[in-house]
């Protein structure tokens, strides 16, 4: 089943843009984590965030994790047309098992 | 550092015939885990193996199997192909020992069933 649930499906913007995707998780988790997948390709981790953690930054991303409202944020800052991609989220429930959302579609226009 | 590596990484097979897909994870990672991708249902999660043992399995028929050599070496045996099992099966290797880290994937598999 799955758990995380991202939002928006699709994102749109100009380059140079900021782009804020959103993760939804219904249980418990041990940490949450994005990657990003480039058509037809293997997915490429970005960042984990640790139940614990409250922001992490990492380049020109940031990732925020609201424990009581089970919901992450993952910001890309100063967007180029190399950030096209899908983007994921992915829980750690207690069972140690990963459970993915179905992605936000990122497309960033020249 | 090598990557994980997945062999074929493009096949063709036929309804009703079966297809065995291979996983090299980075050296030293004892975690393989499988994942199966496609438009419609995203990427749904397979099983996952650690040290030659299946550790979890994900909600798939027994037409799918797996194993892992003590080499870290994994495959995957889907049996019977069906039309819906047309997909991009992706392998991720992880060093992880008791929680979930950081997961390395590989290009994928993918399979086409006519």
């Known amino acids: 089943s799955q758990q995380g649930e991202e939002d928006p499906q699709a994102l749109s913007i100009q380059e140079g843009e900021n782009a804020t995707m959103n993760c939804s998780y219904k249980?418990?988790?041990?940490?949450l984590q994005w990657y990003r997948q480039n058509s037809g390709r293997g997915l490429v981790h970005l960042i984990l965030?640790?139940?614990n953690e409250r922001e992490k930054h990492s380049g020109r991303l940031r990732v925020t994790l609201d424990t009581s409202k089970k919901s992450s944020s993952l910001l890309i800052t100063a967007s180029r047309a190399a950030d096209t991609a899908s983007y994921f989220c992915?829980?750690?429930?207690?069972?140690?098992?990963?459970?993915w959302g179905a992605g936000t579609k990122l497309i960033i226009k020249p | 550092k090598a990557g994980v590596t997945q062999t074929p990484r493009y096949l063709i097979k036929t309804r009703g015939q079966q297809v065995t897909l291979s996983c090299s994870p980075i050296?030293?990672?004892?975690?393989v885990s499988w994942y199966q991708q496609t438009p419609g249902q995203g990427l749904q999660f397979l099983f996952e193996?650690?040290?030659?043992?299946?550790?979890n399995k994900g909600n798939f028929p027994g037409r799918f199997s797996g194993r892992q050599f003590s080499n870290s070496r994994s495959e995957m045996n889907v049996s019977t192909l069906e039309l819906g099992d047309s997909a991009l099966y992706l392998c991720?290797?992880?060093?992880?020992?008791?929680?979930?880290?950081?997961?390395?994937f590989g290009e994928g598999s993918r399979l086409t069933v006519l």
């Open positions: 992915a829980t750690d429930d207690s069972n140690y098992q990963l459970i």
């Open positions: 050296s030293g990672h004892r975690s």
């Open positions: 965030i640790r139940s």
């Open positions: 249980t418990s988790i041990n940490n």
């Open positions: 193996y650690f040290s030659e043992t299946q550790r």
């Open positions: 991720a290797s992880s060093a992880r020992t008791v929680d979930t880290g950081e997961l390395f």
